[in-house]
């Protein structure tokens, strides 16, 4: 497997640390992150003045491109890995976000991914579906072990189940997902989370 320089590697997590600051700090300024899913997702997100913002399409021949317009117009970046043609099954494809785009962060549904980007200095975010009680109860077990930067729950229109989850760690929430209105972006802050992500074009201009 292929390692990166332990010197590269240093400086990389350096840096990093110091855009994890950054990353909480546009957050805290401005609760919504954007979520994209196509080009022309891409080119709202440019245009709009939110600086934190997911990637949730790609593949392995064009995600250093999108990232790089992102990074050109300003934006934190945040990839998800599991989402990505060519990256999704690989054991390896923090590394290779690392080290060929210049995205700050990736997302995960897997808690071992998340650990080996957080260990490699990038931001880390464990993505969770909350599907039945059942799966709520593997979520609680799992962020007990989790040192993830975000927790994300979906579907976001769930206070009920953020307001306890976020009782349950220390990790800051997020919720995203089937978030489109006002009151459903306060319902979600009001109940723990720190933000909301969303691809709705309608919140980020809220």
Do not use: C
């Amino acid at each position: 497997m292929y390692k990166l320089p332990s010197l590269f590697l240093s400086l990389i997590i350096r840096g990093n640390n110091l855009n994890r600051r950054n990353i909480f700090n546009e957050i805290e300024q401005n609760p919504k992150i954007i979520a994209i899913k196509d080009n022309r997702d891409l080119d709202k997100a440019i245009e709009n003045d939110i600086k934190v913002v997911f990637v949730l399409t790609g593949d392995i021949t064009n995600i250093q491109n999108i990232v790089s317009k992102l990074k050109r117009a300003g934006k934190y970046v945040i990839v998800h890995e599991d989402l990505i043609e060519g990256l999704s099954h690989s054991s390896i494809a923090s590394e290779f976000i690392l080290k060929y785009t210049q995205a700050d962060g990736i997302i995960t549904t897997k808690p071992a991914n998340a650990e080996k980007a957080k260990q490699i200095g990038l931001f880390t975010v464990l993505r969770f579906f909350v599907l039945d009680s059942l799966s709520l109860e593997t979520i609680k077990q799992t962020i007990k072990s989790s040192s993830a930067d975000l927790i994300e729950i979906l579907p976001g229109v769930i206070p009920k189940v953020i307001k306890k989850l976020s009782s349950r760690t220390n990790i800051p929430i997020i919720a995203g997902g089937l978030i489109t209105e006002k009151k459903e972006v306060i319902e979600s802050l009001n109940s723990g989370a720190i933000a909301v992500s969303s691809s709705n074009y309608d919140v980020w201009e809220m």
